[in-house]
């Protein structure tokens, strides 16, 4: 019974993770942060449990509720959402 509930807690977990850094990058395709996963999971689990395990449905909960974020949480999300600097190639000219 431990194992079942140590894998369902870990897809919790990866489920959470996922949405709280989809939140923040600008392509899904992302790999989801160790950082956010850490940080999110507890306000995921007290603001979204009801979305649970559906991403895009946790997603749009912690959009919703990002006023009531975790300052934690409310950090890694506001950083990663700050525009990276994209990089350049040489000039070609």
Known sequence: MG???SHSF????FAIA???SALTLPNAAHAYSAEAQQMCTSDALRLCSS???NI???TACMMQHKSELSPECRAVMDRDAAPQPTKTGPDLE
């Open 3 to 5: 194992l079942i509930m």
């Open 10 to 13: 870990r897809q919790i977990s």
């Open 18 to 20: 996922f949405a709280a």
């Open 51 to 53: 979305e649970i395990p």
């Open 56 to 58: 895009p449905r946790i």
